[in-house]
């Protein structure tokens, strides 16, 4: 790693340019981008699994903490890099001047690629089952067999590539009328329709029991795991890790109060987590469904509660399409990583690059296809292991190469409440052992058959 003074010259001709590189129209503008990255499918099934098993109210307590502490510190670091050196993470920890920084790039565009690839095929079984629905709703015969879906490559491939079109479609608008227009369109629909799936599943028989077993604390479920979760949950949930969080700070404007967005992000998407354990938990309890179902929760489990309600074909198609939508916009986002690269780093247009991942990315999908498996372990790897790994390069390029004058002043820039110097050393040194911790600790629970 460079000292602060010999990047020095290096990183401030980005800042100076900063005004010729697009970027979002307002500050409001900016929370619904950044927030239409970090909510997705985790905020629906992970989260309302998690609170339902680690403690109800005792869980959400702590992850309120660990949001504060740790999320919104690492998601304003990640910003600063972006906007420092108005670059994605293809040449950002190069031109901070981290040694070995374009080999990190490499990695983590690789990492984004993949990861990208199976979210997209989990995201078609939610078009899928939406479609489904919607069909069900007006008398047509639509089958919903989810080891049926997953048996089937062809069908699966079809509904990647709609949505995978429909993601680079929007990107191919730009990052105003596509990422920034779409997400003041889809995170207000996302909360109203939630909202309103929330009215109906407390008026079932036994939900208000339910909810109030959820919203109460359990402090004997809280185990020495209790903390790893939380931390691995929020790291995951507001898409912290290097990629996505950086390229979209790379289009926040010089005015930007850094700080206020973090805040207002990590509002955004502790208020979906809650909003949908609010709705899936209880309606799992009055149906006497495990909790520890996962993933399945939403394919296999939630269709059997939606089939037990009047008019539940409605209810179910609404659910899934709004999941689909605010999913999409994280899809997005690590489209935008592999545009941005291709922009910065070999001067395409962007419709060639996203032609190049419309292309790399359904041929990609074809293992995830075939294979939940191959999904799931490529998840361990991608999002479990990578992504946390990704963050930690981004903290050490933001705090060790960057400085701390440059990162405070980055971050101090137009922030209305004052940023004190220990916030640096906490996202130096705190920060980083917290992730690792985690890291390792998962690690080690798995190849000891004692997963948390």
């Known amino acids: 790693m460079a000292p602060p003074e010999a990047s020095a010259a290096a990183t401030r001709a980005p800042s100076n340019s900063a005004r010729t590189r697009s970027g979002f129209s307002s500050a409001w ?11 997705g499918l985790g905020n629906v099934w992970r ?15 702590l992850y309120l903490f660990i949001v504060v502490a740790f999320g919104i510190p690492a998601l304003m670091a990640e910003w600063a890099l972006g906007r420092h050196t108005r670059l994605g993470p293809w040449r950002s920890f190069e031109r901070a001047g981290m040694h070995g920084g374009r080999w990190w790039s490499y990695l983590l565009l690789i990492t984004v690629l993949t990861a990208g690839s199976y979210y997209g095929v989990v995201l078609a079984w939610v078009l899928y089952y939406t479609v489904a629905f919607s069909a069900r709703g007006v008398g047509l015969a639509w089958p919903l067999d989810f080891a049926g879906l997953t048996g089937t490559a062809a069908i699966q491939m079809l509904f990647a590539a709609i949505t995978t079109g429909l993601g680079c479609a929007a990107l ?15 995170l207000p629909l996302f909360f109203g329709l939630f909202v309103i799936l929330l009215v109906r599943v407390v008026t079932l028989p036994g939900a208000w029991a339910a909810l109030r ?3 109460q604390p359990r402090w004997l479920d809280v185990t020495a795991t209790t903390p790893v979760a939380a931390v691995g949950q929020a790291f995951f949930s507001l898409g912290l890790g290097g990629t996505f969080m950086v390229v979209y700070g790379s ?35 009055v149906f006497d469904v495990p909790l520890s179902s ?19 074909s409605l209810f179910a198609a609404l659910f899934f399409a709004s999941v689909f939508l605010v999913a999409l916009l994280s899809l997005m986002a690590a489209y935008e990583v592999v545009v941005a690269a291709c922009q910065d780093a070999l001067g395409w247009a962007r419709g060639s690059a996203l032609t190049i991942v419309f ?5 990609l999908a074809i293992p995830a296809t075939l294979s939940v498996t191959y999904i799931e372990y490529s998840d361990l790897l991608c999002g479990s292991t990578m992504q946390p790994v990704g963050g930690v390069v981004a903290l050490v390029a933001v705090t060790w190469c960057l400085g701390r004058t440059r990162t405070l002043d980055e971050i101090r820039r137009n922030a209305r409440l004052p940023i004190p110097v220990w916030l640096f050393y906490w996202v130096k040194f705190g920060i980083p052992v917290a992730i690792l911790a985690v890291l390792g600790y998962g690690w080690a629970s798995r190849l000891l058959g004692s997963p948390p």
């Open 47 to 61: 989260f309302p699994y998690m609170m339902g098993k680690y403690g109800g109210l005792s869980f959400l307590l």
């Open 29 to 39: 503008g900016t929370v619904f981008a950044m927030a239409g990255v970090a909510i």
């Open 359 to 363: 292309v790399v990315e359904l041929l």
């Open 251 to 285: 289009y926040m404007r010089e005015e930007e109060d850094i700080p206020r967005g973090a805040a207002w992000t990590a509002v955004a998407d502790t208020a979906a987590a809650l909003l949908a354990a609010m709705i899936v938990v209880p309606a799992a309890l």
């Open 213 to 215: 077993t959820l919203l």
């Open 172 to 186: 191919y608008l730009g990052v105003k009328r596509g990422i920034e227009s779409l997400s003041r369109l889809i």
């Open 294 to 312: 996962g993933p399945p929760l939403m394919f296999e489990v939630m269709p059997r509660v939606f089939e037990q309600i009047p008019s539940g």
